[in-house]
Nanobody, 121 residues
C-alpha cells in the first residue's frame, strides 16, 4: 500500500519560515512528478510547486522567490522550504505524487492527508 505522509506544518509569524516534508512509503517502483498543493478555507485547492524526478521545478506566481521545492529520490521524500511567509499563505498543504507501485505498470496519483500551515499577521 503506497502512502504519502506530510509533516512540518505549524504556526509562524508573517515573515517567518517553515519547511514541510512529504515522505512516500510502501511498495514503490518509481516516482515521477511530485508537487505541493494548498487549500485555504472557502477556496479551491491550488498548485503551489512541482518537481520532476530530474529536478526541474515550476512555481505558482504567488510563491516564486519565496518557496523552494526539492526532493531526495533515494529517500522518496519531497520538501517545501517556505520563506517570507504571508498571512495569505495560510492553508492546508497537500503533497501529490505520480507513482508506479511495484508489480504494476500503471502510474497513479497519490495524495497525502495534508498539513496545516498558519501564518499570523
Amino acid at each position: 500500500q503506497v502512502q504519502l505522509v506530510e509533516s512540518g506544518g505549524g504556526l509562524v509569524q508573517a515573515g517567518g519560515s517553515l519547511n514541510v516534508s512529504c515522505a512516500a512509503s510502501g511498495s514503490i517502483f518509481s516516482i515521477n512528478i511530485m508537487g505541493w498543493y494548498r487549500q485555504a478555507p472557502g477556496k479551491q485547492r491550488e498548485l503551489v510547486a512541482t518537481i520532476t524526478r530530474g529536478g526541474s521545478t515550476t512555481y505558482a506566481d504567488s510563491v516564486k522567490g519565496r518557496f523552494t521545492i526539492s526532493r531526495d529520490n533515494a529517500k522518496n521524500t519531497m520538501y517545501l522550504q517556505m520563506n517570507s511567509l504571508k498571512p495569505e499563505d495560510t492553508a492546508v498543504y497537500y503533497c501529490n505524487a505520480q507513482i508506479i507501485p511495484s508489480g504494476t505498470p500503471f502510474m497513479s496519483a497519490y495524495w497525502g492527508q495534508g498539513t496545516q500551515v498558519t501564518v499570523s499577521s
